[in-house]
């Protein structure tokens, strides 16, 4: 069934975004600085774009984006600075390519979520999947004192994946941004300061 369009999504519209997570992306980052001026950031799950598109505004021409996606990306441009776009499935590291070109990064984020059955259970399942995968590339990829943002359905491991989290990071918490839908059952999982291995 085709959603009727809400606030978010006329907003985006009118903004440039191709999509309205931009506005979770933008609550995160008001809350908890996870992205600075200058920095290379790797944004997972990246298609169609719009956090991609906020974070070359956010670090600027000096910094670097790196949009990842199992999907083919289109160009992405703002602010002057264009993203680098992979196309790779997070869960497959033999389908990383040269992404460790570009590492350490300062942040990594990831709006990446599984295409949902309907069956909760299994939609949960593949969720942390993704996120135990991203996690685990943060692990290689991040640099100390970086942050990260990872979007995890609710209701399987994410008690274990928290516990992960708090293992790498100086604070892990789990956040419901106001512009997630209501009935839907994602959060995120908001990492800062990557304490050194
Ligand atoms: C909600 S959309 C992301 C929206 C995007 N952040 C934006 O603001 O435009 C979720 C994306 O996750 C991607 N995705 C899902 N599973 C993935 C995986 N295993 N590896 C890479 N990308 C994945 C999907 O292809 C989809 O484009």
Redesign the pocket.
């Known amino acids: 069934m085709k959603r009727k369009p809400d606030h978010y999504t006329e907003r985006a519209r009118k903004e440039g975004f191709?999509?309205r997570?931009?506005y979770k992306?933008d609550e995160l980052q008001h809350r908890f600085r996870l992205v600075n001026r200058g920095d290379t950031v790797l944004?997972?799950?990246?298609?169609?774009?719009?956090?991609?598109l906020r974070l070359l505004e956010l670090v600027g021409k000096e910094g670097t984006v790196v949009a990842?996606?199992?999907?083919e990306l289109p160009e992405l441009t703002r602010a002057g600075n264009t993203a680098v776009c992979m196309q790779?499935?997070?869960?497959e590291p033999a389908e990383y390519g040269d992404l460790e070109r570009y590492a350490p990064f300062d942040a990594i984020v990831s709006?990446?979520?599984?295409n949902t059955s309907g069956h909760r259970t299994l939609d949960t399942a593949r969720s942390a999947v993704?996120v135990e995968s991203s996690l685990e590339l943060t692990g290689q990829l991040l640099k100390p004192g970086g942050n990260a943002a990872f979007k995890l359905f609710q209701g399987g491991d994410e008690q274990a994946i928290l516990a992960t989290a708090r293992d790498m990071f100086e604070k892990a918490r789990i956040v419901k941004p106001k512009a997630c839908r209501d009935e839907s059952f994602e959060v995120f999982l908001v990492c800062t300061g990557r304490t050194a291995t």
């Open positions: 191709p999509a997570s931009v992306f944004d997972i799950g990246a298609s169609p774009g719009s956090w991609t990842l996606d199992r999907k790779a499935d997070i869960t709006d990446a979520a599984p993704i």
